[in-house]
Structures are given as structure tokens and as C-alpha cells.
């Protein structure tokens, strides 16, 4: 079973995702980020090539040819989870699980519209046996 940690009432989700990349990939994870959709999915990778000069993390879509020997994939909610050992969660459905995964990182914003998806998603969690924490992050990250 996966460790599951929502990290809800965020007030910048793709600030505190990008940290949670950085973090995976600086101990050597293979990440996995799945977004909304492809318009949020250039706006993240964008971030992530530019969020700091001179300190990059390498990206590619999942469906690139090069997912494979690149250490962050992303994908939108309708692409399969390709075998990663962390996924970082910003979209509103419900993950077909890998069963490469072992930590489950959802970011949740504040906003009503994306808390009653997350609390299904929450629910669903438990129910399959998963360890799942929620953790409040009402303040943005340092």
C-alpha cells in the first residue's frame, strides 16, 4: 500500500508541488505529476525549467520518448501512471494507481471546487488500505 499526504487548503499549489518535485528529484526519485489537463501541464513544465536561474528540473511529457531516462514525467488526468515511486497529485479525479508507487503527494488548493474531489479521492484512499495523512498548509512554503 502507497503513503498518501494531502497537503490541503494551499494557497499556491504549483508553488508547493514544484518544491515537492525539487525534493523528490534532489534525493534521486523518479517522479510522476499528474495535472488537470495539458494547458496546466505547460504551465508546470515551464515552471520547472524557470522556476530558479541556473537550477533546472528536467521534465518531459509521459508520452515522450525520452520519459523513460528522464527523472520527472508529466501527464494530464487522462494518461495511464507510468511506473514511478512518487506521484505528485494536482488533478481533481482519482489516480489508477501503479503499483510502482509508494508515496502519494496530492496538493489541494483552498478553493471549494477542488476540496470535494480531494475528500472523495480522501475516502477512497482509506477504504483500499492505504496510509493517508492530511496535513494543513495554509501558508505558502519557505
Do not use: C
Request: avoid cysteine.
Amino acid at each position: 500500500m502507497a503513503h498518501v499526504r494531502f497537503y490541503y487548503d494551499v494557497p499556491e499549489p504549483l508553488a508547493l508541488a514544484y518544491e515537492l518535485v525539487a525534493r523528490a528529484y534532489r534525493a534521486g526519485q523518479e517522479v510522476a505529476v499528474r495535472l488537470e489537463d495539458e494547458a496546466a501541464l505547460a504551465v508546470f513544465a515551464q515552471r520547472l525549467w524557470t522556476h530558479q536561474a541556473g537550477d533546472f528540473l528536467p521534465n518531459v511529457p509521459a508520452s515522450s520518448p525520452l520519459a523513460e531516462q528522464t527523472p520527472i514525467v508529466l501527464l494530464p488526468a487522462t494518461a495511464p501512471l507510468p511506473p514511478r515511486p512518487v506521484l505528485i497529485q494536482l488533478a481533481r479525479s482519482y489516480p489508477e494507481l501503479n503499483p510502482s508507487t509508494d508515496w502519494i503527494l496530492e496538493v489541494v488548493s483552498a478553493q471549494e471546487s477542488d476540496k470535494a474531489p480531494a475528500r472523495e479521492r480522501f475516502r477512497r484512499y482509506r477504504a483500499e488500505g492505504h496510509d493517508v495523512q492530511a496535513i494543513p498548509r495554509k501558508t505558502p512554503t519557505p
